[in-house]
């Protein structure tokens, strides 16, 4: 017997007014039976929507309701709760996600499926965003969240157990996670089509060229709060480790449970953050790329590339290079920083012509190395780069070129696999070579503990491969 479809209709109507009723009944209140009712709402939702096979998605009252308790709910574990029911949704209903369309069936290509009237978390609408000042989140709202987060780390003793400062960092989590996800497919769509207007359309895109927001002054807080994240999770692990020696605290309370709380939510918006940052140079060498081919128009702005904003960063401030390459581990944009850091001090190479076949030195992390060949090349750079902060970029150069996937390179005789190899046995030749030149024009330089993680990584490397790399012997320093 065949379902009525309007009988259906109105089962759903009664089960959404009765899940509702729950919330509308203690919506204003902050006591336990209250948080009760928003748990049983929650659960309520993930076996309506996740638990079947084929449950059907959320209303949009459901997931405002949803949303409305991880922005401004004051119960660090409802939270929680609805920042992964939120993420789960995400999952099982995506907004924009790939189909794969056969053409001739000898080959296919990527389509993008946009559901565009799935709920978001984002209104860039303004008569939208007015009329839900408690719901969605517009540009301006997600600039006040990052200055919000840029005050609570900034603070001296920044103790992130208030459920507000948790709140908050989660809030930014899932915020990020909808911009990945209506990002990626976009642009992986865009690498095979160069349609502009699939990026120009992408959440990430309107929220950036917001006139609603401050641009750099955005991206120059999210850097401060990655690096007051990162250093003050090494504070508190410190502390629980000393906490675990000492059977006896001192006048102090330590609030273990806390620290833990902070020191995973802390870890995951520092990589929230990552995902956050590489996204927007994602989008930037996508805009140069429409830009060359002129698909780009005055609608879409002027707008400063955020590694050029990441290197005035890094070298206006020297004290937040260490905390900002400790915790930014994604390698292909991590060594693009590390050799652009370098060639703004030392300057860039040399560009070849098309009437001259000479070689010219690369903006390569390989061509980098090359201010640190010899001693008179390494004391020029060293009066601009102190030696620690050529220490620093050493390591995490060579960290980053370490952690390259191996890339699939037609048109050679040799294997992707040897290449990389190859590659890789002379920057850590280099690398040896650098910190010899070092410690010869700096006598009275320390080499730093990660330096020597680095000169003990690149000599494993010379050493596995001895049988390529000339029979060079190098000295440890």
């Known amino acids: 017997m065949m379902e009525n479809p309007s009988s259906k209709r109105t089962t759903a109507g009664a089960v959404e007014e009765n899940i509702l009723a729950i919330l509308d009944s203690t919506e204003a209140d902050d006591?336990?039976?209250?948080?009760?009712?928003?748990?049983?709402?929650?659960?309520?939702?993930?076996?309506?929507?996740?638990?079947?096979?084929?449950?059907?998605?959320?209303?949009?009252?459901?997931?405002?309701?949803?949303?409305?308790?991880?922005?401004?709910?004051?119960?660090?574990?409802?939270?929680?709760?609805?920042?992964?029911?939120?993420?789960?949704?995400d999952k099982h209903f995506p907004r924009v996600h790939l189909s794969a369309v056969d053409e001739m069936k000898s080959s296919s290509k990527l389509a993008l499926i946009v559901q565009n009237e799935a709920w978001s978390p984002f209104a860039f609408c303004e008569r939208e965003a007015a009329n839900n000042p408690g719901g969605s989140v517009d540009s301006f709202g997600f600039q006040h969240l990052i200055e919000n987060l840029a005050d609570a780390t900034a603070e001296p003793n920044f103790q992130a157990s208030e459920t507000k400062a948790l709140g908050n960092m989660l809030l930014f989590q899932y915020l990020v996670n909808v911009?990945?996800?209506?990002?990626?497919?976009?642009?992986?769509?865009?690498?095979?089509?160069?349609?502009?207007?699939?990026?120009?359309?992408?959440?990430?895109?309107?929220?950036?060229?917001?006139?609603?927001?401050?641009?750099?002054?955005?991206?120059?807080?999210?850097?401060?709060?990655?690096?007051?994240?990162?250093?003050?999770?090494?504070?508190?692990?410190?502390?629980?480790?000393?906490?675990?020696?000492?059977?006896?605290?001192?006048?102090?309370?330590?609030?273990?449970?806390?620290?833990?709380?902070?020191?995973?939510?802390?870890?995951?918006?520092?990589?929230?953050i990552q995902k956050?940052?590489?996204?927007?140079?994602?989008?930037?060498?996508?805009?140069?790329?429409?830009?060359?081919?002129?698909?780009?128009?005055?609608?879409?702005?002027?707008?400063?590339?955020?590694?050029?904003?990441?290197?005035?960063?890094?070298t206006y401030d020297e004290d937040i290079l260490d905390s900002f390459l400790q915790v930014f581990s994604e390698p292909k944009w991590k060594l693009e920083i590390i050799v652009q850091y370098l060639w703004k001090y030392i300057g860039k190479p040399s560009v070849r012509t098309r009437r001259s076949n000479n070689?010219?030195?690369?903006?390569?992390?390989?061509?980098?190395?090359?201010?640190?060949?010899?001693?008179?090349?390494?004391?020029?750079?060293?009066?601009?780069?102190?030696?620690?902060?050529?220490?620093?970029?050493?390591?995490?150069?060579?960290?980053?070129?370490?952690?390259?996937?191996?890339?699939?390179?037609?048109?050679?005789?040799?294997?992707?696999?040897?290449?990389?190899?190859?590659?890789?046995?002379?920057?850590?030749?280099?690398?040896?070579?650098?910190?010899?030149?070092?410690?010869?024009?700096?006598?009275?330089m320390e080499i730093l503990p990660l330096g020597k993680e680095a000169l003990f990584v690149a000599a494993t490397i010379m050493s596995a491969h001895s049988m390529h790399a000339s029979g060079k012997n190098w000295m440890i320093l």
Not at 283 to 301: E, I, N, P, Q, Y
């Open 276 to 314: 956050f940052l590489i996204m927007i140079m994602e989008l930037d060498m996508s805009k140069k790329t429409a830009d060359t081919r002129g698909s780009t128009t005055r609608v879409d702005g002027v707008r400063t590339p955020l590694l050029e904003i990441v290197l005035d960063e890094l």
């Open 179 to 272: 911009l990945e996800g209506d990002f990626q497919p976009r642009n992986c769509v865009y690498a095979e089509t160069a349609n502009w207007v699939l990026l120009r359309e992408s959440l990430l895109n309107m929220l950036l060229v917001s006139r609603k927001i401050n641009y750099k002054n955005l991206m120059k807080d999210v850097i401060a709060i990655m690096c007051k994240l990162y250093q003050a999770n090494a504070g508190f692990t410190d502390d629980l480790i000393s906490s675990k020696k000492s059977m006896a605290q001192p006048a102090k309370i330590f609030d273990t449970s806390a620290t833990i709380a902070l020191l995973e939510i802390g870890n995951n918006t520092c990589i929230a």
């Open 359 to 444: 070689p010219t030195d690369d903006a390569s992390f390989t061509g980098a190395l090359k201010c640190f060949s010899n001693a008179t090349s390494t004391k020029t750079t060293i009066k601009k780069i102190r030696p620690e902060l050529a220490q620093l970029l050493l390591a995490h150069g060579l960290q980053a070129q370490v952690s390259l996937p191996f890339k699939h390179v037609e048109g050679t005789f040799i294997s992707s696999e040897e290449r990389s190899n190859s590659s890789l046995i002379e920057v850590s030749e280099n690398i040896i070579s650098a910190f010899k030149n070092l410690r010869t024009a700096d006598k009275n």
């Open 31 to 89: 006591t336990h039976y209250a948080n009760d009712d928003r748990t049983a709402f929650l659960d309520a939702v993930r076996v309506a929507s996740l638990v079947p096979e084929n449950g059907a998605p959320p209303t949009y009252k459901w997931f405002e309701s949803i949303f409305a308790i991880l922005r401004i709910g004051k119960s660090l574990e409802l939270t929680m709760a609805s920042f992964k029911l939120l993420n789960e949704l």
